[in-house]
């Protein structure tokens, strides 16, 4: 009897343990707010996680997903529940009575308003995932803001009014996205947004000597077709282009540069996924047509004269962030404003990103793990490899056993050879994925920015709607532009990554083709060497099978 409570008690554990693994797994490693997700997981009122079937927590977390974002608190809930309190509170005091209403029709219209202030409660039917309800968000606009002369904003259209930037429970999936235009500025032509096929190669990097204050440093040469222009440029090169490029092309995707680390030491292994990473860095510049325009892309690619390259560096560090709309640019001089707040889309790029980095951090940590078992692998059959070489050398004790010392060679040749093998395949996993999994990484990082911004934009809108700001209409623009842009770019990184991985890993399966095409060629030689031995240097022995006399 008490074996069978002990073997009951071990089963109850390790479905605990397997229930907690995994709301770890959903949402403390998807970095949803631990205090939020148990305020909403308390509400169903279900008792303590013993009592969940599996099927039923999994359910939980979809819905909980369905409702909230990463990196949303309770306080920030509890917070948009006083403040739609207060709009709905606002709103009863300042609306009219008609004037043929009488006031005893009035005082009987306000009894049938309920005052009670309700918490900020998801509806949601815990048995059907399919449909959950979302409440509707409140409108935080001033319907009294005026519009600039600047910013051309539709008049007298039903579907533009001042409470813009309201979502209604809007689904992406049926309703069509709501803008209007305004004007902006169009970057000039340039030698290099005249090309649609333009070649870069990055070389490996040269050490220079510095001087009497200055240590050593690694430079780049860039060569560009067809142009024929080559420049030297340093790893802080780099990472000052992309930084002056989110102040001339704001509220567009600049890809990453990894910042440098003080006092860095940089290795063989290091500096070739850093020049891996700078190539793709400048492809994916050159493959924007709007980024392809950048003043400071061409003068970083072209200026072959350092001390000319470091004063034009200095004067466009000088550049500020462009705070005006209409100072923005595009391709064709204007700019899309989002009338909606589209927070549905917003929720499911920030899900997918923060998603997508909790994978790849497990899927570089797994890498590193095949990295390691292939490297125990090749250094082991390395080992073997050298034990049979050992054991050729024994042979020649007898004179009449040279035959078995050929043997034990091309043995000794053929596991040598594989070790080499493995160890090419650490290469491999290297290239083609630690390194692309890494840059795709730091793509997500730079999409945060944008997700960030647009962020900040809607914090300094809502902040500013209710006050007649002066220039409201231009923080109405940023904010409807920067979500608009926020996820036109996302939805183009995101599709240009699937696109370039699709090669990248057709590419891998190419080389993987071709290595096996080598591994084969391993063993075919050991057979051609074995049975060339047998009868050439080993006399036939005629009580044994003879084996096979051709390959």
């Given at each position: ?157 039903p579907e533009f009014d001042a409470d813009i930037l309201v979502c209604q429970d809007e689904d992406p999936r049926h309703s069509e996205e709501k803008f209007y235009e305004i004007s902006c500025r169009q970057l000039p032509e340039t030698e290099l947004s005249q090309y649609d096929n333009l070649e870069i190669d990055i070389s490996f990097p040269e050490l220079v000597q ?114 005006n709309i209409n100072q923005f640019v595009s391709l064709d001089g204007k700019l899309k404003c989002s009338t909606s707040q589209r927070k549905m889309e917003i929720q499911k790029l920030n899900e997918y990103i923060m998603s997508s980095e909790a994978l790849k951090k497990r899927i570089k940590k797994q890498g590193m793990s095949v990295m390691e078992d292939l490297n ?176």
């Amino acid at each position: 009897m008490g074996s069978e409570y002990e073997e009951e008690d071990f089963l109850t554990e390790a479905e605990r343990k397997a229930k907690r693994k995994f709301l770890r797994e959903e949402i403390l490693d998807m970095h949803y707010d631990q205090e939020l997700f148990t305020w909403f997981f308390e509400s169903k009122e279900k008792g303590d996680i013993d009592d969940w079937t599996f099927d039923d927590l999994q359910l939980c977390v979809r819905q909980f997903k369905l409702l909230y974002r990463p990196g949303q608190s309770l306080e920030d809930i509890e917070n948009q529940a006083k403040k739609e309190e207060e709009s709905k509170n606002k709103s009863r005091q300042i609306v009219p009575s008609p004037k043929n209403q009488s006031a005893k029709d009035s005082e009987e219209k306000k009894s049938e308003i309920d005052y009670s202030i309700q918490p900020h409660t998801p509806k949601t039917n815990f048995s059907d995932s399919s449909n959950p309800q979302v409440e509707k968000l409140p409108t935080a606009m001033n319907e009294n803001s005026k519009n600039s002369e600047e910013i051309n904003q539709p008049e007298n259209d039903p579907e533009f009014d001042a409470d813009i930037l309201v979502c209604q429970d809007e689904d992406p999936r049926h309703s069509e996205e709501k803008f209007y235009e305004i004007s902006c500025r169009q970057l000039p032509e340039t030698e290099l947004s005249q090309y649609d096929n333009l070649e870069i190669d990055i070389s490996f990097p040269e050490l220079v000597q510095g001087g009497l204050f200055s240590p050593q440093y690694l430079v780049y040469t860039i060569k560009t077709s067809p142009f024929q222009w080559s420049v030297k440029r340093r790893y802080t090169d780099f990472i000052w282009l992309r930084e002056v490029m989110l102040l001339e092309i704001p509220g567009n995707f600049i890809p990453p540069v990894q910042q440098k680390k003080i006092k860095e030491n940089i290795d063989e292994e290091k500096t070739i996924k850093r020049q891996m990473i700078l190539k793709r860095f400048i492809k994916t510049l050159i493959r924007n047509p709007l980024t392809r325009k950048s003043a400071h892309l061409l003068e970083f690619l072209k200026d072959e004269n350092a001390k000319g390259f470091q004063n034009y560096r200095k004067q466009a560090s000088k550049a500020k962030k462009i705070e005006n709309i209409n100072q923005f640019v595009s391709l064709d001089g204007k700019l899309k404003c989002s009338t909606s707040q589209r927070k549905m889309e917003i929720q499911k790029l920030n899900e997918y990103i923060m998603s997508s980095e909790a994978l790849k951090k497990r899927i570089k940590k797994q890498g590193m793990s095949v990295m390691e078992d292939l490297n125990r692998l090749s250094e082991s059959l390395n080992g073997y490899a050298e034990l049979l070489k050992q054991f050729a050398s024994i042979q020649e004790i007898l004179p009449y056993n040279l035959g078995n010392k050929d043997l034990y060679l091309h043995l000794h040749q053929a596991i040598s050879n594989w070790s080499k093998h493995e160890q090419e395949k650490i290469s491999d996993i290297n290239e083609y994925f630690m390194m692309h999994f890494k840059f795709m990484y730091k793509e997500l990082d730079a999409l945060k920015e944008l997700l960030k911004e647009t962020e900040q934009n809607e914090m300094n809108f809502m902040k500013n709607a209710n006050r007649k700001a002066k220039d409201i209409e231009n923080i109405r623009a940023l904010y409807g532009n920067s979500i608009t842009q926020c996820l036109s770019e996302g939805e183009r990184v995101i599709l240009d990554s699937a696109w370039l991985s699709n090669i990248h890993f057709w590419e891998m399966a190419r080389h993987q083709a071709d290595n096996t095409i080598q591994y084969h060629l391993i063993w075919g030689f050991l057979m051609a060497k074995l049975l060339e031995t047998r009868h050439e240097k080993i006399p036939e022995r005629p009580n044994i099978p003879q084996g096979k006399k051709n390959t």
